[in-house]
């Protein structure tokens, strides 16, 4: 008469291919993790921008973090952003800095910090770390 069950071989073995598994699953689900966080920094950058371009239509220079969310505060809105904080210097009649600052759960992520710099209607974009592959053309 057989006995109904798994041998410790089996059992071995299965648990050997989940492992094998597990090691290359999970720093890709990492990386795709960290990859919508950046795509999260860049759309902020974005909105940024065009803020600061609606602000600079009815003034004279750009305008602050706090002119540009008020009427709430630059560090209420950099509260409700998780992964990245948002910062603006620079400031002067014909451009200004966005920098996107990681923190949290991101604060190590290959890729460093966003920035977004305007100068005479000319905008450059860059990391603070120089990493290639960062969808941040």
Known sequence: MRS??????ELMVTLAIVGILAIIAIPSFTEQIA??????????LGDMQLRQERWRSNHTE????????????CTAYNATIPHYSISITGIT??????????KGAQSDDRCG??????SNGVASKSTSTGAANCNWP
């Open 35 to 44: 990859k919508s966080r950046r795509a999260e920094a860049m759309r902020i």
């Open 4 to 9: 109904k069950g798994f041998t410790l071989i």
């Open 62 to 73: 750009y305008g602050t973090c706090d002119e540009l969310v008020a009427p709430s505060t």
């Open 113 to 118: 910090d966003f920035v977004l710099t305007v």
């Open 93 to 102: 009649p014909t451009g200004h800095t966005l920098t996107a600052t990681r």
